[in-house]
């Protein structure tokens, strides 16, 4: 079964104290009630780039441009008891939009400090990718959900080099 191919955005802000990121809490959907990544699928047609774009000018009302857009890495989601959910994510990181970001139907966006990101209302999996990619790191990340569909049974994560560098 092939997997999705999904995008993830993440916006970068600096702060009195330290950096934030944009993150949202997930209102319908896969991941329900979780805080997320700005982000979804792409569309046939689409790059990666394009699609993170659009994912986030429908997700947070901000416009993104894709030359703004900072390549961070890819993470291969599998879901070994759900295959049909496994998802190979780009994802990008940006510290440059125009807009405030706001409520959609589907997010509610709220800035976290990086040092201190919402790991127990997110997937498992993200702190062991997210922080590394924020700080500079360009990594390809797999990551085993365990049967439960919630755990992280295996990570594995190798150097990344963007195709279109």
């Given at each position: 079964m092939t997997a999705a191919h999904v995008t993830l955005c993440?916006?970068?802000?600096?702060?009195?104290?330290?950096?934030?990121?944009?993150?949202?809490?997930?209102?319908?959907?896969?991941?329900?009630g979780k805080v997320v990544g700005v982000g979804g699928h792409v569309e046939a047609g689409e790059t990666a780039s394009e699609a993170a774009c659009r994912e986030v000018m429908e997700e947070i009302n901000v416009v993104v441009q894709a030359k703004d857009l900072i390549p961070a890495g890819t993470v291969?989601?599998?879901?070994?008891?759900?295959?049909?959910?496994?998802?190979?994510?780009?994802?990008?990181?940006?510290?440059?939009w125009d807009g405030e970001p706001s409520e959609s139907d589907e997010i509610a966006p709220a800035w976290f400090p990086v040092a201190q990101l919402p790991v127990n209302r997110m997937w498992a999996d993200a702190e062991h990718w997210l922080p590394a990619m924020i700080?500079?790191?360009?990594?390809?990340?797999?990551?085993?959900l365990a049967a439960d569909n919630e755990n992280v049974?295996?990570?594995?994560?190798?150097?990344?080099?963007?195709?279109?560098?």
């Open positions: 993440f916006l970068l802000r600096d702060a009195a104290d330290g950096e934030h990121v944009l993150l949202g809490t997930k209102k319908t959907g896969f991941g329900r291969d989601f599998v879901f070994p008891a759900k295959p049909e959910w496994n998802m190979a994510t780009t994802v990008f990181l940006t510290r440059e700080s500079g790191q360009r990594i390809a990340v797999t990551v085993a049974a295996d990570v594995y994560t190798v150097a990344w080099v963007d195709p279109e560098s």
